[in-house]
């Protein structure tokens, strides 16, 4: 048992995940780190100790993995502060070209496996009377070329979070949204270089962000000493979400 603040972080092996974690264990939560990755996972145990943080291996798409990830987490310490749902994937090509299992895998990790923790997270949260929920979108969610799976998959992020503000909002438990722009993390190095380039430039800052940059959002969204904000979509996107070019 701990005093500690709870946090559940889903893809917290790697990349923005685990920028996540060490920001949130810097903050002096215990967090539980979920993800599909066993081998970051451990090593993530190996980096922190347990008394900062526990590993769970967990598929955010299967609705009984997380049903169990509640109950434990329900069984051993009967609370549970934030959830930052932050696993996500993309399937890259143009519509013609895509298959329809890419829509379906897509969204299913990105859109429906965020509902999954959200609707555990709020029971738990509903009853104790408090709670943050974050959820990790993109300023894809805005629409880009070669993304109709994963923009789809973000727009339902961002409305998920906002319909759910009004459900919980009485509750004392505030929902909000993170829409991180280009991030230098493997999602985004595993592009071919002269995309990676092109996209860099399209930037208003000529930059790419870090992970700790949407993690420090996350810190400021979880802390108790912020208040009376929920249902918002914060973007972290050095200004591409402007629009305008630049
Ligand atoms: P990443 O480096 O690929 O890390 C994502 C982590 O999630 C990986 O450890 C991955 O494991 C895990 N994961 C994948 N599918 C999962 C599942 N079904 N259940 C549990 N865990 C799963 O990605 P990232 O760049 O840090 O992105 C994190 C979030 O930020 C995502 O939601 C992404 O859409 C969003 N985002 C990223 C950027 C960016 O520029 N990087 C921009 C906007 C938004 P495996 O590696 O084993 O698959």
Known sequence: MTSKRIAVVTGAAKGIG???????????????????????GQELVAVFGENQLSFEAVDVTSESGINALFDKIDQK??????????????????????????????????????????KEAARLMKRQNSGRIINIASRAWLGNRGQTNYSASKAGVVGMGRALALELGKYNVYVNTIAPGLIDTTLTRNLEPDVLQKLIQAQPTRTMGKPEDVANAVAFLASPQTHFITGQTIYVDGGKSIGAGG
């Open 18 to 40: 685990r920028a996540i974690v060490e920001r949130l264990i810097s903050d002096d939560y215990f967090v539980i780190a979920a993800d599909i990755d066993a081998v970051g």
């Open 77 to 118: 310490f009967g609370r549970l502060e934030v959830l930052v749902n932050n696993a996500g994937i993309i399937r890259d090509n143009m519509i013609w070209n895509m298959p329809a299992e890419d829509f379906d895998l897509v969204i299913s990790v990105n859109l429906k496996g965020p509902w999954l923790l959200c």
